[in-house]
């Protein structure tokens, strides 16, 4: 299974059916994630992530 990103016909992971703990193995694209120093997260609208840094 594979995510597909409507607007650049492209796709940011992909999840296994396969033998571990979990039944599932996930592979994410790493150059998808954008990250965010904390002291900026309330200029990119993430004020509701504040609270994981505390």
């Not at 796709?11 to 120093?37: A, M, Q, W």
């Amino acid at each position: 299974m594979c995510k597909e990103n409507r607007f650049a016909n492209s796709h940011l992971d992909h999840v296994f059916d396969e033998p571990t703990s979990t039944g599932k193995h996930y592979c994410i694209n790493s150059t998808s994630l954008r990250f965010i120093p904390k002291e900026e997260l309330r200029r990119y609208s993430y004020v509701a992530c504040e609270r994981l840094f505390e």
